[in-house]
């Protein structure tokens, strides 16, 4: 599957895994989303714990703002109403303790870390 690119990089003190990834649209079937979310977790899985992570990606989710039991997972503001793709994105930042940064209004790529 070509939408996940990862790289390992030294910083000062820590590593740096950065992760680059392009989901399937809202529209795109379960067993694909399916797909590319399992490749995603199992590449998080074998990050070590001592690194800091970077997750760049169009995740084609929206994630509105109620962040109502999401407060460790994003802050007060989103866009839109939350899609199915908003959905798996949640479960994947709740599993493995990601930040919802950066979410761009034309098109809601997000930037977890």
């Known amino acids: 599957m070509d939408r ?5 990089l030294n910083i000062r003190l820590r590593k740096l895994t950065i992760a680059l990834c392009y989901a399937p649209t809202n529209a795109a079937n379960i067993e694909e989303k399916d797909a590319f979310y399992e490749l995603l977790e199992e590449t998080l899985h074998h990050v070590k714990e001592s690194d800091n992570v970077v997750l760049l990606s169009d995740l084609n989710a929206k994630i ?11 802050g007060r503001h989103g866009l839109g109403t939350r899609n199915e793709n908003g959905d798996m994105f949640f479960d994947l ?21």
């Open 4 to 8: 996940l690119i990862t790289d390992r």
């Open 93 to 113: 930042c709740l599993n493995y303790n990601l930040l919802i940064l950066v979410t761009d209004q034309l098109n809601a790529q997000i930037l977890a870390l």
């Open 64 to 74: 509105d703002d109620d962040n109502m039991g999401l407060k460790n997972v994003m």
